[in-house]
Nanobody, 122 residues
Framework: QVQLVESGGGLVQPGGSLSLSCVAS????????MSWYRQPPGKEREWVAL????????KYADSVKGRFNIFKDNSRKTVYLQMSSLKPEDTGVYYC???????????????WGQGTQVTVSS
C-alpha cells in the first residue's frame, strides 16, 4: 500500500536539464523526510539530495551542489529534483526515498521507489 513512483527520466545531452518527480501514497507525506539517491552503472548507490519534512531544509551532495534543486509540494504528495548543467557522470538510476521524522506516528520505513533511468550522453 505504501508506494513511491518516480517519473521524468530520459536521455539528455551534456549541459542540458531534466526534472524528476516522485509521487507518494500510503503514508502521511508531511511526516517524512524525502531524499533522492542514484546508482551509476557498475557503481554503488549514492545519496544525492535531501529535503526535511517540516522545515524543508535542503542538503546536497558535493557532486551536484549548485546544479540540482530539490523541492516538494505537500498538497500533491510529490517531491521533485530539478537537474541542470548535466554531466555524463550524472548518468544512473535515480531513486526516491522516504524516512519518518523523529516523534511522528506511523511506520518508520524507510521506503524506496522503483527508480527512473537518467542518461546524459551526446
Amino acid at each position: 500500500q505504501v508506494q513511491l513512483v518516480e517519473s521524468g527520466g530520459g536521455l539528455v545531452q551534456p549541459g542540458g536539464s531534466l526534472s524528476l518527480s516522485c509521487v507518494a501514497s500510503g503514508f502521511t507525506f508531511t511526516d517524512y523526510h524525502m531524499s533522492w539517491y542514484r546508482q551509476p552503472p557498475g557503481k554503488e548507490r549514492e545519496w544525492v539530495a535531501l529535503i526535511t519534512s517540516a522545515e524543508e531544509t535542503t542538503k546536497y551532495a558535493d557532486s551536484v551542489k549548485g546544479r540540482f534543486n530539490i523541492f516538494k509540494d505537500n498538497s500533491r504528495k510529490t517531491v521533485y529534483l530539478q537537474m541542470s548543467s548535466l554531466k555524463p557522470e550524472d548518468t544512473g538510476v535515480y531513486y526516491c526515498y522516504a524516512t519518518r521524522r523523529y516523534g511522528a506516528a506511523g511506520v518508520r520505513g524507510p521506503f524506496w521507489g522503483q527508480g527512473t533511468q537518467v542518461t546524459v550522453s551526446s
